[in-house]
């Protein structure tokens, strides 16, 4: 991983197609030592999970509508998929100096699945607040984050107890690293141990997701 940090930190300075060219042969060279990692991790998560697949992100940025024009990202980054539809979630590693982090959640809800986990909390919150304040979960993550719209959404009280969490559109745990705890020997046993403690929110998610409100198996 030190070659790697290496090069994101020289990309970071120098983000031109130019210098990218006369460094491709190292960038290719850290690709492959990269998905042997990012591999790795995936075997030991299907050891305890049901995964989908593996998605290692392509490193050229899409600028087409972006104020940012540098060509390529810095960091490198991995998803794991679950098995849909009765497993929800995806997991997600992010490799870069200073920005370092292992997470997971649901970034971007589905119309459908949003309203139905808004539908869930404006019921009850007992089973989620349990979930988020078990010690595993606050010593890993904190607290459950995602970005929130700005009122109540359309058909909620916004006086309701748990507004909060009815007003999120995302639904997002995260795990920063230190460079020196990424660079660490111990670093792939963490960041193992840090997805697995996303189960219990996971497996609640997946069990809202797949029943109606009435708790009904909708597959």
Known sequence: MKKAFEFLKQLEKNNNRDWFAGNKPEYDSIVKENKVFFTQIYNE???H???KGIHIFRIYRDVRFSKDQTPYKTNFGVGYSRSKPMLRGGYYIQLEPGNSFVGGGFWGPETGDLLRIRKEFELSTTAIDKITADETFVKYFGELKGDSVK?????FDKSHPAIDLIRKKQFIVMRTFTDKEVLSDNFQKEAVLTLLAMRPFFD???EVLTTDLNGEPLF
């Open 151 to 155: 009122t109540a959404p359309r058909g």
């Open 45 to 47: 998560l299907q050891e």
């Open 204 to 206: 609640y998610m997946s």
């Open 49 to 51: 999970d049901k995964l």
